[in-house]
């Protein structure tokens, strides 16, 4: 098992960033990438980035590319989505989640609590 415990949601105003954080404990030798999703009201859960656990392979959505950065140090067993020059659309519950590669949902067998991320314009 894996647990996720993502931090550092909030409200900022459009143009602003913020950085979330998630920390990994348990099984972490089992992770093979670590993602970011989001999700917003009356909206599917949707691939933000994902970045291997030990590989250089990252990807992220057309939406997010050129001003968010996902990282991950899998000696501190953290991941974290840097986000620049937010935008009002950008408001959602982002999750972490950990398992196998890509834009799925299903792909991933763990996940976090979610945090809330609000931009004002």
């Known amino acids: 098992q894996v647990q996720l415990v993502e931090s550092g949601g909030g409200s900022v105003q459009a143009g602003g960033s913020l950085t979330l954080s998630c920390a990994a404990s348990g099984r972490t030798s089992s992770i093979y990438a670590i993602a970011w999703f989001r999700q917003s009201p009356g909206k599917e859960r949707e691939i933000v980035a994902y970045t291997m656990w030990r590989g250089p392979t990252t990807y992220y959505a057309d939406s997010v590319q050129g001003r968010f950065t996902i990282s991950r140090n899998n000696i501190k067993n953290l991941s974290q989505l840097q986000m620049d020059a937010l935008k009002p659309e950008d408001t959602a519950v982002y999750y972490c989640?950990?398992?196998?590669?890509?834009?799925?949902?299903?792909?991933?067998?763990?996940w976090g609590q979610g945090t809330q991320v609000t931009v004002s314009s």
């Open positions: 989640a950990a398992g196998n590669m890509g834009v799925f949902p299903s792909l991933y067998d763990y």
